[in-house]
Structure formats: structure tokens, C-alpha cells
């Protein structure tokens, strides 16, 4: 059984490009969720997909992000316009959800630099 | 409002110490539950447990034990015998029921060094 997959694990851009990370989950797993951390930081929550329906975005989300999950099996992250802030390092997780309880499984992770 | 608070940053110990990780949870919620995970250097979170609000007996495996105490918000996380590749940030989360999302609020984290 393989782990959650990211790629590409490293991204190096300049201010103003877009940048687009993938995410594959652990086959099966019905919620996918993107999360980001910054240096010295807990991971933060972004969005998650139940299926294909995205449920759920944070606050955290400006405009310029936005999260697909087409067919429910993989996952895009795109950020348009990238600024400084947006470096960090932008994590998936996945977990099957059955009942009330569920565990987070999570990927490699992609880490952002923004020039 | 829910909250995760590790008050320790850093904790350095060596090699066979045992070492304990504190974390303090707040939720309005009565169904809650409680997460830790273990991020090596190479970045990836990995699960180690997943605790809910209605149980409150602590946990041992192997070396790692938990103690869940409703009445202080408390899961804390001791490693007995630590080793060198204990050597990682430590989170803490939460993940509350209401609502069916199971977004994890995490803090800040822990660093616990292990030396030889």
C-alpha cells in the first residue's frame, strides 16, 4: 500500500508566476486535504475535499488559491500571482472517513520559495 | 474557540533520559479528538496516535506512552529510554466532530533533540 504522494517536492519561483502541486492520496482514501507550514509553525488548513466536493476552504485561502480534486482520486493546489508570502511548505494528507472518526495520513509535502 | 498550546520549544536531552512532551487542548466541543504526530528532518508528518474525548485511559506502545486528562486539556506524550532517532518536532492536534470536517488544529510544535 503506498503513502501519500506530492509532487514536485521542491519549487523554486518568482514573485507573480503560478505554480500548480499534486497531490495523490492513499488509493481509497475518500477526504483529501491540503494544510501549509511555515518555518517554526504547525500546519495550517487550507481546504478539503470530500470525494470530488470540495467542503471546506480557511480563511487562509485568499483568491488566488484555488484546490481541485477531480473524478475524488487526485489533487491540485494552484496559486496564481505568487508573493513572497506565499513560501512555505503546502502539505496533503489524506484519510478514509467512516463513522465520526478518521486519521490523517500525510504526504511528503511540497516546499514553495518564492523569489 | 479551539487552540492547541505546546509550551515547550525546544528540549534537549540525552540518550536513555525519558522525556515528556506537554500539550493543553481547548474546544467547546464534547466530541473532540487528539491527535500527535512526529515530523523527522526529512518533513513528513507521520501519525503516531489518535485519541477521542470519551476515552481517557492512557496508551503504551513501546517506548511511547500517552496520558489524556479531560479534567486539565492535557495529552501529553512521554517517550521512556529516549534514542537518537527519536531526534524530530513533535505536533500535537485536534480535530473536533461537529461539523463532520476533520481539519486538525495543530500547535506549534516540539523539538525534542536526543544526544548520544
Known amino acids: 500500500d503506498t503513502g501519500v504522494s506530492q509532487n514536485p517536492r521542491h519549487k523554486i519561483t518568482k514573485r507573480g508566476q503560478n505554480v500548480t502541486f499534486r497531490c495523490d492520496p492513499i488509493?481509497?482514501?475518500?477526504?483529501l486535504y491540503w494544510y501549509r507550514q511555515t518555518l517554526g509553525q504547525g500546519p495550517e488548513f487550507l481546504t478539503y475535499?470530500?470525494?470530488?466536493?470540495?467542503?471546506?476552504k480557511s480563511r487562509l485561502l485568499s483568491d488566488r488559491f484555488s484546490a481541485e480534486r477531480p473524478k475524488g482520486s487526485f489533487s491540485t493546489l494552484e496559486i496564481q500571482r505568487t508573493e513572497q508570502g506565499d513560501s512555505a511548505m503546502y502539505l496533503c494528507?489524506?484519510?478514509?472517513?467512516?463513522?465520526?472518526?478518521?486519521?490523517?495520513?500525510f504526504g511528503p509535502g511540497t516546499r514553495l520559495l518564492v523569489l | 474557540a479551539q487552540k492547541v498550546t505546546q509550551a515547550q520549544t525546544e528540549i534537549s536531552v540525552v540518550e536513555k533520559e525519558d522525556v515528556t512532551l506537554d500539550c493543553v487542548y481547548e474546544?467547546?466541543?464534547?466530541?473532540?479528538?487528539l491527535f500527535w504526530y512526529k515530523q523527522p528532518p526529512s518533513g513528513e508528518l507521520v501519525f503516531l496516535i489518535r485519541?477521542?474525548?470519551?476515552?481517557?485511559q492512557n496508551e503504551i506502545s513501546g517506548r511511547y506512552s500517552w496520558n489524556f486528562q479531560k479534567s486539565t486539556s492535557s495529552f501529553n506524550f512521554t517517550i521512556t529510554a529516549s534514542q537518537v532517532v527519536d531526534s524530530a518536532v513533535y505536533f500535537c492536534?485536534?480535530?473536533?466532530?461537529?461539523?463532520?470536517?476533520?481539519?486538525?488544529?495543530f500547535g506549534q510544535g516540539t523539538t525534542l533533540q536526543v544526544k548520544p
Open positions: 492536534a485536534l480535530s473536533e466532530a461537529r461539523g463532520n470536517t476533520g481539519k486538525l488544529i
Open positions: 474546544t467547546r466541543d464534547t466530541t473532540y479528538y
Open positions: 485519541r477521542n474525548s470519551f476515552d481517557e
Open positions: 475535499f470530500q470525494n470530488e466536493a470540495q467542503l471546506e
Open positions: 494528507a489524506s484519510s478514509l472517513k467512516t463513522g465520526w472518526a478518521e486519521t490523517q495520513y
Open positions: 488509493s481509497e482514501h475518500n477526504r
